[in-house]
């Protein structure tokens, strides 16, 4: 099953075709390396051939390695798995490398044959390293497609040359955004970057091709870093102009990944030492920085969870295998507040007819008008047109009539967080809607089971929980009650892939999982100010372990009276056992105090009358004296990464959580959990379950029980296991 197709065309112009079988994207795999090569061979040895083409045979170029090769590397090696992937990278640099140099002479820099890449659509990773090593880059005129390097954004960077050819393409400033951010942009936009040399109409992208190789000349296929007298654009690292650019870019990458995330360091070590150096000489430093990074333990993490895992769960991994299709072709949405028009938004977007039902007409048009917002941001910024509005909102119905729910699929109810005015909602689409249809509610904290009660249809109840701002967040949370059947959860889980959400299934408790988790954190930060830790020192700590927002901020954003009304409802719950009450005393104080967080302009932070943060509120040390000895920042972060990662274990040992992938990938996605870490199940395997159950043992001795590790983690650091190779599907002690 060739993954590279080779022909000649009668006027001598070798076409290479990249079309892996079976697969909707082409990805590179050791095969298809070993048969591009043989194609690239066969080219530069026919003395027919005057030059190449290298395009796909599908309506994208190509979506990136398959990264498991990497890991067949690193296992193939044996003892020594740093020197095989050494070595693997350094043969995928010889390949590109004889692509760019095409067979001419070394001294004079002649003779050699023009190969050019046509890109039908989106290039991603050695997507587009690949037409770096070509000569010319021409890509059609395609809207949809995205071209860039975005190996950043799962732990790793550009090691098969794309660091070094782009940073001497287009200088380290320029190259910083698709290097360091993982840009990726539509082909007139990298055109204009210097990225790519040609957009051209689809019709005419290979005659554009083929019409330059024909007429290319010696100096057409030179590269500039080839070429006697060449410097970098924008200037070499001891150049003035390029001593300023990386001083700034390091502390560019400092500031955004607060030292936590090593491939952003690695990289722009490759780029600095390879701008020293001899072009050669450059990808050899490339190629040790990108095995350094394929070496460490978060680089693996993160590629499992944030690509593997995350494509698994997205492609039905969790799906009841015996149901069958279960797309929503129709969906009635409960509710026009902020959530329920964010759920209206997605599903049309996806091409899903939308009920939207409030209490008044006023209520449900204003939950419609979120969509038509949306759209003209989108028009603003050219990513959508008005035609594609006017289709967007044609499927959405806004109304206050029960009756428009008739030949629903799905019902998605999304209002108040009250059981009474659940039920009520439930009863009137249920006496609407048909035998088969599904009832979702979307709720954060109240048990399914419970609001199961108010259903004639419990095995067709389910929970879906939504993340704010829902346009923004990928993660679905589907919440599988005692009684809900597999048709349910195969139907939530369709639609969740519909409108493109990455879904984790959970079984129903207590604030199921992502909440479980994420509640302690934000306690722990305000139990921290009670104990007089100065504000600073606890979210900074936060950022500096890798939580996107520190606990007070993130209370801020989600507001205080929130935070309030959780705490009351869970101390009704849990009576005489509730833990929380020095958290109480500070939450419900600045709640009394009008300090609700960003919506009122005033909580943990201070804002300015545009809603700005404007640094903590220096009234919090008057309220809560700073103690005389502040803990160590290590201790602050371990206290908040421990009442998050425990809550995770005790979830999986009570069978929350069924799949320790959705553990991870849930976490990171979310609610931010320090993504360079895989997750929370990832970074216990990396620290290990017995130095975990040590710091658990002294947490506990001087900050309480909270932080007592649960019998599963202590039963693994007895046993030297894992989770991932204990729990991970297919493992033997799962």
Same mark, same amino acid.
Request: proline share 6%; net charge neutral.
């Given at each position: 099953?060739?993954?590279?197709?080779?022909?000649?065309?009668?006027?001598?112009?070798?076409?290479?075709?990249?079309?892996?079988? &079976?697969?909707?994207?082409?990805?590179?795999?050791?095969?298809?390396?070993?048969?591009?090569?043989?194609?690239?061979?066969?080219?530069?040895?026919?003395?027919?051939?005057?030059?190449?083409?290298?395009?796909?045979?599908?309506?994208?170029?190509?979506?990136?390695?398959?990264?498991?090769?990497?890991?067949?590397?690193?296992?193939?090696?044996?003892?020594?798995?740093?020197?095989?992937?050494?070595?693997?990278?350094?043969?995928?640099?010889?390949?590109?490398?004889?692509?760019?140099?095409?067979?001419?002479?070394?001294?004079?820099?002649?003779?050699?044959?023009?190969?050019?890449?046509?890109?039908?659509?989106?290039?991603?990773?050695?997507?587009?390293?690949?037409?770096?090593?070509?000569?010319?880059?021409?890509?059609?005129?395609?809207?949809?497609?995205?071209?860039?390097?975005?190996?950043?954004?799962?732990?790793?960077?550009?090691?098969?040359?794309?660091?070094?050819?782009?940073?001497?393409?287009?200088?380290?400033?320029?190259?910083?955004?698709?290097?360091?951010?993982?840009?990726?942009?539509?082909?007139?936009?990298?055109?204009?970057?210097?990225?790519?040399?040609?957009?051209?109409?689809?019709?005419?992208?290979?005659?554009?091709?083929?019409?330059?190789?024909?007429?290319?000349?010696?100096?057409?296929?030179?590269?500039?870093?080839?070429?006697?007298?060449?410097?970098?654009?924008?200037?070499?690292?001891?150049?003035?102009?390029?001593?300023?650019?990386?001083?700034?870019?390091?502390?560019?990458?400092?500031?955004?990944?607060?030292?936590?995330?090593?491939?952003?360091?690695?990289?722009?070590?490759?780029?600095?030492?390879?701008?020293?150096?001899?072009?050669?000489?450059?990808?050899?430093?490339?190629?040790?920085?990108?095995?350094?990074?394929?070496?460490?333990?978060?680089?693996?993490?993160?590629?499992?969870?944030?690509?593997?895992?995350?494509?698994?769960?997205?492609?039905?991994?969790?799906?009841?295998?015996?149901?069958?299709?279960?797309?929503?072709?129709?969906?009635?949405?409960?509710?026009?507040?902020?959530?329920?028009?964010?759920?209206?938004?997605?599903?049309?977007?996806?091409?899903?007819?939308?009920?939207?039902?409030?209490?008044?007409?006023?209520?449900?048009?204003?939950?419609?008008?979120?969509?038509?917002?949306?759209?003209?941001?989108?028009?603003?910024?050219?990513?959508?047109?008005?035609?594609?509005?006017?289709?967007?909102?044609?499927?959405?119905?806004?109304?206050?009539?029960?009756?428009?729910?008739?030949?629903?699929?799905?019902?998605?109810?999304?209002?108040?967080?009250?059981?009474?005015?659940?039920?009520?909602?439930?009863?009137?689409?249920?006496?609407?809607?048909?035998?088969?249809?599904?009832?979702?509610?979307?709720?954060?904290?109240?048990?399914?089971?419970?609001?199961?009660?108010?259903?004639?249809?419990?095995?067709?109840?389910?929970?879906?929980?939504?993340?704010?701002?829902?346009?923004?967040?990928?993660?679905?949370?589907?919440?599988?009650?005692?009684?809900?059947?597999?048709?349910?959860?195969?139907?939530?889980?369709?639609?969740?892939?519909?409108?493109?959400?990455?879904?984790?299934?959970?079984?129903?408790?207590?604030?199921?999982?992502?909440?479980?988790?994420?509640?302690?954190?934000?306690?722990?930060?305000?139990?921290?100010?009670?104990?007089?830790?100065?504000?600073?020192?606890?979210?900074?700590?936060?950022?500096?372990?890798?939580?996107?927002? &520190?606990?007070?901020?993130?209370?801020?954003?989600?507001?205080?009276?929130?935070?309030?009304?959780?705490?009351?409802?869970?101390?009704?719950?849990?009576?005489?056992?509730?833990?929380?009450?020095?958290?109480?005393?500070?939450?419900?104080?600045?709640?009394?105090?009008?300090?609700?967080?960003?919506?009122?302009?005033? &909580?943990?932070?201070?804002?300015?009358?545009?809603?700005?943060?404007?640094?903590?509120?220096?009234?919090?040390?008057?309220?809560?004296?700073?103690?005389?000895?502040?803990?160590?920042?290590?201790?602050?972060?371990?206290?908040?990464?421990?009442?998050?990662?425990?809550?995770?274990?005790?979830?999986?040992?009570?069978?929350?959580?069924?799949?320790?992938?959705?553990?991870?990938?849930?976490?990171?996605?979310?609610?931010?959990?320090?993504?360079?870490? &895989?997750?929370?199940?990832?970074?216990?395997?990396?620290?290990?379950?017995?130095?975990?159950?040590?710091?658990?043992?002294?947490?506990?001795?001087?900050?309480?029980?909270?932080?007592?590790?649960?019998?599963?983690?202590?039963?693994?650091?007895?046993?030297?296991?894992?989770?991932?190779?204990?729990?991970?599907?297919?493992?033997?002690?799962?």
């Amino acid at each position: 099953m060739s993954e590279f197709h080779y022909s000649v065309d009668p006027d001598g112009v070798a076409i290479i075709t990249w079309d892996v079988p &079976g697969k909707t994207m082409n990805v590179m795999s050791l095969e298809g390396l070993r048969e591009l090569e043989a194609c690239v061979d066969r080219a530069l040895a026919d003395d027919a051939v005057r030059g190449a083409i290298i395009t796909s045979g599908k309506k994208d170029f190509a979506g990136g390695m398959d990264l498991n090769i990497l890991a067949g590397m690193k296992e193939s090696a044996g003892d020594d798995p740093a020197r095989g992937l050494f070595e693997g990278v350094m043969q995928m640099h010889g390949l590109l490398r004889k692509i760019e140099r095409a067979g001419m002479n070394p001294k004079t820099n002649k003779g050699g044959k023009p190969i050019a890449a046509a890109l039908p659509g989106t290039a991603a990773g050695i997507g587009l390293e690949l037409p770096l090593a070509c000569h010319r880059i021409f890509a059609a005129d395609n809207p949809r497609a995205r071209i860039g390097l975005p190996e950043i954004l799962i732990g790793i960077f550009p090691g098969a040359g794309g660091t070094t050819r782009l940073v001497r393409k287009l200088g380290a400033m320029a190259a910083a955004p698709f290097l360091l951010e993982g840009k990726m942009q539509e082909p007139k936009k990298m055109k204009a970057a210097g990225v790519i040399d040609a957009v051209v109409p689809a019709e005419e992208l290979m005659s554009a091709a083929k019409e330059w190789v024909l007429a290319a000349k010696d100096a057409d296929i030179l590269k500039p870093w080839d070429a006697k007298g060449y410097k970098m654009p924008g200037g070499a690292p001891y150049h003035p102009a390029g001593f300023m650019t990386f001083v700034g870019a390091s502390a560019m990458v400092n500031g955004k990944t607060q030292g936590v995330y090593p491939a952003a360091k690695a990289l722009l070590s490759a780029v600095y030492e390879g701008a020293l150096v001899p072009f050669d000489t450059a990808l050899k430093i490339e190629a040790r920085w990108f095995t350094n990074i394929l070496m460490n333990p978060s680089s693996t993490a993160m590629i499992r969870s944030l690509f593997l895992n995350k494509e698994a769960l997205e492609k039905g991994a969790v799906r009841p295998a015996a149901v069958p299709d279960q797309s929503v072709t129709r969906v009635g949405v409960l509710g026009a507040g902020m959530m329920g028009a964010g759920i209206a938004l997605v599903s049309a977007l996806a091409g899903i007819e939308v009920v939207l039902i409030d209490q008044s007409q006023a209520a449900a048009d204003k939950g419609k008008s979120y969509t038509a917002d949306y759209m003209d941001k989108g028009i603003s910024r050219k990513k959508a047109t008005p035609e594609k509005k006017e289709q967007v909102l044609g499927l959405i119905t806004a109304t206050t009539d029960y009756a428009a729910l008739k030949g629903c699929d799905l019902i998605v109810e999304a209002v108040f967080e009250d059981p009474g005015i659940k039920a009520d909602v439930t009863a009137r689409a249920e006496a609407v809607v048909g035998e088969d249809c599904i009832f979702a509610t979307n709720t954060s904290t109240l048990p399914i089971g419970e609001l199961a009660k108010a259903s004639t249809r419990p095995a067709q109840f389910i929970g879906i929980h939504f993340f704010s701002p829902v346009d923004k967040m990928m993660l679905v949370e589907i919440i599988r009650g005692a009684e809900t059947g597999d048709r349910a959860v195969a139907r939530a889980l369709d639609f969740a892939r519909q409108i493109r959400k990455t879904p984790i299934v959970v079984n129903d408790a207590r604030f199921f999982y992502a909440n479980r988790c994420i509640i302690p954190y934000i306690n722990e930060g305000i139990r921290m100010v009670k104990e007089g830790v100065t504000p600073a020192l606890i979210e900074n700590a936060a950022r500096l372990v890798g939580m996107p927002l &520190g606990p007070l901020q993130l209370v801020d954003e989600t507001s205080i009276d929130l935070g309030v009304k959780i705490a009351r409802a869970t101390k009704a719950a849990m009576g005489d056992a509730y833990p929380d009450g020095a958290v109480d005393e500070v939450l419900f104080r600045m709640a009394d105090d009008g300090r609700l967080g960003r919506k009122a302009g005033a &909580g943990f932070y201070a804002y300015d009358e545009k809603g700005k943060r404007q640094g903590l509120w220096p009234g919090l040390a008057a309220q809560y004296p700073l103690a005389g000895a502040q803990p160590d920042v290590s201790e602050v972060q371990h206290r908040l990464l421990f009442v998050q990662v425990l809550e995770a274990v005790r979830a999986l040992e009570e069978g929350v959580l069924s799949d320790i992938r959705e553990g991870d990938v849930g976490a990171i996605l979310g609610w931010g959990f320090a993504p360079w870490s &895989g997750g929370p199940f990832s970074w216990l395997d990396i620290i290990g379950a017995p130095r975990a159950v040590a710091l658990c043992d002294a947490l506990a001795e001087t900050h309480g029980a909270r932080f007592a590790a649960p019998a599963l983690l202590r039963e693994m650091a007895a046993q030297g296991d894992t989770f991932y190779a204990r729990f991970a599907p297919g493992a033997k002690a799962a």
